[in-house]
């Protein structure tokens, strides 16, 4: 991390531009990406932001409101930022054909991870599957405070029911960051199986996402 300080804050703005200019913008360090989306005063700002968070890897977890109460920090920078990052995780986000084949414990978090890994409040939902575990479609079907989304069974699987579906990966994030599941997650997906059981619909596994990780029920050996 590097942070822009001192006399450097007034300059700072146009060493990052013409850097980009010259080196391309892989080149730069995150304190002069965020100089750059700053304008104006932005060595301050980056000061501000790097300080607060302590790498950019954290930006997803704060709100623009957030980081406009940083001394520093405008409103309207604080939303530059925050759209900045949610256009980063876009691109990342691939579009799902109908039929895309969910065989792994992997590809199923390749397939979530870019979309919901990273979001500051706790989502719950499933990945509804075909009896040749191909993609049907996603539903969130709850979201909660930071860790606290209750889910009931029922909810799962008149969703499920509603998509056809043979199967489901039921999935959540936790914005803590750690993908270690709770014992509140390990009670869930018992009654979950126990639900599906029921119903006919396999739960193929519970995924709990966090960040750029995640932890499988199933790699686990407990689905």
């Known amino acids: 991390m ?11 703005g146009l060493v990052a531009r013409e850097r980009l200019e010259r080196h391309g913008v892989s080149a730069l ?11 104006p005063n932005g060595g301050r700002t980056a000061d501000a932001v790097l300080g607060e968070c302590g790498a950019v890897q954290s930006l997803p977890h ?9 001394d520093g920090v405008t409103p309207r920078t604080a ?3 925050t759209a900045a990052v949610e256009l980063g995780r876009r691109t990342l986000t691939r579009p799902a054909p109908r039929g895309m084949r969910l065989g792994s414990p992997r590809e199923v978090a390749e397939y979530l991870l870019p979309e919901h890994g990273t979001h500051p409040v706790e989502k719950f939902g499933i990945v509804s599957l075909n009896t040749k575990h191909r993609l049907l479609r996603t539903a969130i079907l709850s979201t909660g ?11 799962v699987f008149r969703a499920a029911a ?27 997906t018992a009654r979950l199986v126990e639900a599906g059981t029921l119903m006919g619909i396999e739960v193929v596994d519970h995924m709990v996402l966090a960040g750029t990780d995640y932890c499988s029920f199933k790699e686990l050996g407990r689905l």
């Open 145 to 155: 405070v930071i860790d606290a989304s209750l889910v009931h069974p029922a909810l």
């Open 29 to 39: 360090s995150d304190a002069e990406l965020l100089t750059i989306l700053a304008g």
């Open 162 to 188: 509603t998509h056809r579906a043979s199967a489901i990966v039921c999935f959540h994030n936790h914005p803590s960051g750690d993908p270690t599941p709770s014992r509140d997650d390990v009670a869930l």
């Open 79 to 81: 939303a530059v930022i």
């Open 62 to 70: 704060e709100s623009a409101d957030d980081l406009a109460r940083l």
């Open 2 to 12: 590097t942070l822009l300080t001192g006399t450097n804050r007034r300059t700072a």
